[in-house]
């Protein structure tokens, strides 16, 4: 049955937690181009009914990027390093945040455009 009595104030379910980062962009040339990023994402105990407190963790990512042309076809390779601390990481606005996120994890990759 609706009330008009005064309700206890909730925070918003699934709520994100404060990130405060910087990212270093380099271009070495035409071709070669770098990026490092590094974040920080505070605890959040700013939760809502049936959420729990998710602790905060330091994120660290690297990528080096080659672009070239060959033929008629440009290409993109890539070499991608993410979380290089290898910190346990939970997500908390996601709909399972008690399970951790990725680890330490490396990727190559190539993109065609023609």
């Known amino acids: ?54 602790s905060g963790y330091n994120m660290l990512n690297m990528t080096l990027a080659y672009k070239n042309k060959l033929s008629h076809t440009e290409y993109d390779l890539f070499f991608k390093a993410n979380n290089l601390l290898d910190q346990k990481v939970y997500a908390h606005e996601t709909f399972l945040p008690y399970i951790p996120q990725i680890g330490r994890n490396f990727s190559l990759g190539l993109n065609l455009n023609f």
């Open 1 to 54: 049955e609706p009330t008009l009595a005064p309700q206890k104030d909730r925070y918003t379910p699934r709520l994100p937690p404060a990130r405060l980062g910087t990212r270093l962009k380099a271009d070495f040339d035409e071709s070669l181009k770098g990026e490092i990023e590094y974040y920080r994402v505070f605890k959040q105990d700013n939760i809502s009914k049936f959420e729990q407190v998710t």
